[in-house]
Every structure is written in C-alpha cells, then in structure tokens.
C-alpha cells in the first residue's frame, strides 16, 4: 500500500479517518456508506483502518458503568433545600434589616434636624440681643418731662386736660397734690406735636418751664422748642460719608411709632 | 425513591411539572438522568468524589434554571450540555486532567491483562469487549489511556462511546459544530490507539 506524503493526501486521509468514523458511528447516508464499504472491499489498509477503529470504539464503550452514590439524590434535593433556605430567609432578613436600618436612619435624621433647629435658635437669640438693640433702637422707651409754672393754675390746668381729650389721647394723674396737676401720657411723636401745637397759647400765662430728658435739662423751652428737641433725640444721627460706597439709611423705627412718654408737671398758685 | 427510576413519564411532562414547584417531578428527573450523568461526568474527571460533587452541582443548577429551559433542545441534551460544561471548567481550572506523559508508572499492569489488551486491539483477533469488561485491570489500562486525551477529546469519545449520544446530540451538548464533533473524533480515536499501543508496548 503506498504512502500518501503530501498534503492533498493527507487531506484525503483525514477525510477518509472522518468517515470512517462516522462509518463506525452510523453516521453517514446510504449512499457514503456504500462509497465506505466499496473502499474498504478495494483497499486492505482502509479495512485495516476500520477495524482499529472499531475495537476502539468497543474498548470505550465496554468500560463498566459506574453507578451514582446512593445518597446522591438525597443530596442533591438537600443540598437544593438548603439553598432555597439561604436564599429566602436571607433576602426576607436583608429586607427587613433595610427597613429597621431606614427607621433608624430617619429618626437620627429627626433628631439631627431637632437638634439643628434648637442650635440656630439659641444662636439667632444670642445674635439678635448683641446685634438688633445697635441696628433696631427700641420703638418705646424715649421719655420726658415737661415741667411748667403758673399762677393761674386752674386756667391752665383747664387747657391742658381740653387739649389731652380733643386730641384723643388719655392720660394719668399720679400724685397730684393741691398745687401740682400732673398728665402722664404716652403717645407717637405726631400726636405730641400736634398736642404741643394746642399748648402753645398757654406758653404766655406760664412763669417757667423746662424740659427734662434723662439727665438733660432744656430751660425756659417754648412749645415749638420742645417739639424740636424731642424730634432730635428721637431721630438718630445721620451716618457720616467716609466713601464713596451708597450708604444705606441707618435702620430706625418709624417716628410716628416711637412711643413717647411724656409727663407734663403744672405747678403754681390758683 | 428507587422505584421511581422505573417511571417512564415524557420528560417535557415533568420539567413542566418541576417549573410549577412540584418536588416529585424534579426527584423522578434526579433519579432519572443521575446515573448516567454521574458516569459521564466520573469518565471526564476521572476522580469519585469530584464527579459526585459535579453530579450535585449539575442537578442543583438544572433545578435552579429549570425555568429558563426554552426546550429548544431536549432535556436530555440540555442536561448534559451544563453537566460537561461544569467538568471541562473543572479540569480546566484543577488543571488535574490533560494530556500527560506517557511514563513507565503506567506500564505496571500484569502481563496477562496487557496481553489481552493486544491481543483484542491485534487486527486478527475477533473483538470481544465483554472479556475485556470482565478483567478489571485491563478497563484500568483503558481508563487511564482515556485520561490521557486532552479535555475536549475525551469529552467527545465519553459522549459517543459512553453515552451514546449521535453527533447531533454532541453538537449540542459540546456547543460546537457538526463538522468540529467529527475532526475532534476522529483526532480522539486516532490518539486513543497510539496511546494505547505505546502502554502496551
């Protein structure tokens, strides 16, 4: 039988192991395994072939069986149990541990924001008690005294208590003694300037007068002086111009909302 | 659970019947297929304790996936296709099986059993595979020379010649093509015999 060195023919012979392979396997058509058996019938080294193939075949083939472990389906069927068990509970568990873990990340987040509110409060009242009484002057607390002399008490005394009542606003008498009337009132600015107005025809029956505010004392003041002087203190000092930077008008309470509180004292004789 | 093996039932009928949660179904296709997977998969690997551990780890993912199963392919087919597919990933990664060397370890077997192993593989003999099932030194020889094909080879012979799946079958199981299970065959049988002779040598 001759040797087949080239690759065509060792091509061929692969094609020739393949079906004859496929030969022992019972894999080919009708009609190759009569192109095999015709072969096989010509060529005594492709019959050689054949059987080598077959005996092959059967010492594979003949090996014994080996069977399952007896207990394997016993595993298996545990083994499946066992993974359901892991997987469900686990999950069920992990859910419920992301439920317990956003309950207890709300709450802290509650009590952080508690917390927080609580803080900015304390700070925001620190800060308005250092800062609001400099930029936000109180709306009450400007208080005078305006102390008058007269000899003609009772006129006097007539024209101030008309002139409290026309002008709306009320007033008290505290420790008026025989010789002393005296009209604690409180009112706005406007109100006072306008009661001021009023008095002003009282001004040349009076002996003295004088205007107390604090520690400062203003003599021999006139109606309208004592309007002035009250509208100075009220209103606070314009800022000076130090650049050319827009200043911002100092923040004030309105004056017709400064609460004045002014204590007009009339002494003299009947 | 011995005498539900005997249950013929359509296996469409019980993977069916498995996907709705049914435990028996999924026992009769253990009891069913577990036998010859685990001869399969034991053939392949060549290690008892690995096959049973790849025969269970088999099962569990065919259950596990069972829904998945489109039946584009027969259970069968499909079975074994994740049965082979976990032993190859198995030898590959252990890296235990392949194709070693041919040594003089192998050529310690009694001279009665290479003698009758020559004499069934000699071209005058008449094949008679039964006397070699019976001596078990000689289905030793024939294992190991088995072992010494590369993974894919013995794959191949095991499917064919164990088995005895057709090629289409192969085809399937081994994801491969027609023509690839035939060439691979062919080279596996070829080899087979070379190693073969050259232990009885």
């Known amino acids: 039988m001759k040797e087949n060195p080239n690759i065509e023919a060792y091509h061929s012979d692969r094609h020739i192991e393949e079906l004859l392979n496929s030969f022992v396997d019972g894999e080919l058509t009708q009609r190759e395994q009569v192109e095999i058996q015709r072969l096989i019938s010509h060529d005594a080294r492709i019959a050689r072939r054949l059987r080598e193939l077959q005996k092959c075949k059967m010492l594979v083939g003949a090996l014994p069986s080996t069977e399952a472990p007896a207990e394997l389906a016993e595993e298996i069927k545990t083994s499946l149990q066992r993974k359901a068990l892991l997987v469900q509970p686990a999950y069920g568990g992990q859910r419920l541990r992301e439920r317990a873990g956003a309950r207890h990340l709300l709450v802290r987040k509650v009590l952080a924001a508690a917390a927080m509110i609580g803080l900015v409060t304390v700070l925001g009242a620190v800060i308005y008690t250092i800062v609001a009484p400099e930029s936000v002057p109180p709306a009450t607390g400007f208080a005078c005294r305006l102390e008058l002399k007269t000899g003609d008490l009772a006129s006097v005394d007539a024209v101030i208590r008309r002139s409290i009542e026309d ?17 604690a009132l409180t009112c706005s600015q406007e109100d006072l300037n306008l009661l001021l107005a009023d008095l002003e025809n009282i001004w040349t029956g009076l002996d003295s007068t004088a205007l107390i505010v604090g520690t400062e004392v203003f003599d021999t003041v006139t109606s309208k002086q004592v309007a002035e002087v009250v509208a100075d203190l009220v209103t606070p000092p314009r800022p000076r111009l130090t650049s050319k930077e827009e200043i911002k008008e100092p923040v004030s309470p309105a004056k017709d909302k400064v609460q004045m509180h002014l204590t007009i004292v009339l002494s003299g004789s009947e | 659970m011995p005498e539900a093996a005997n249950i013929s039932i359509d296996d469409a009928v019980l993977v069916e019947q498995c996907r709705q949660g049914d435990s028996a179904a999924m026992e009769r296709l253990i009891i069913k297929y577990q036998n010859r997977i685990y001869n399969v998969i034991l053939k392949i690997c060549a290690n008892i304790d690995d096959a049973a551990e790849l025969t269970q780890e088999t099962f569990v993912k065919v259950i596990e ?36 060397s041919l040594d003089t370890e192998d050529n310690e077997h009694n001279g009665q059993a290479r003698r ?73 049988r070829s080899n087979l015999r070379e190693i073969l002779e050259i232990m009885l040598q």
């Open chain 1, 167 to 183: 002008n709306g606003l009320t007033y008290s008498s505290p420790r008026s003694r025989g010789d002393e009337r005296k009209y």
């Open chain 2, 65 to 100: 996936n069972i829904a998945e199963f489109e039946g584009r392919s027969s259970f069968y087919t499909w079975a074994f296709r994740i049965a082979v597919n976990l032993t190859l990933n198995y030898c590959q990664r252990s890296g235990r099986i392949g194709f070693r």
């Open chain 2, 116 to 188: 009758q192993l020559k004499e069934f593989l000699s071209d005058d003999s008449s094949p008679d595979p039964a006397a070699v099932a019976a001596n078990k030194e000689l289905c030793e020889i024939a294992i190991k020379s088995l072992m010494k094909l590369d993974d894919e080879q013995r794959a191949v012979v095991v499917l064919r010649d164990i088995e005895g799946m057709n090629y289409a079958e192969i085809a399937n199981v081994l994801g491969v093509e027609l023509g690839t299970v035939k060439s691979r065959l062919s080279r596996a």
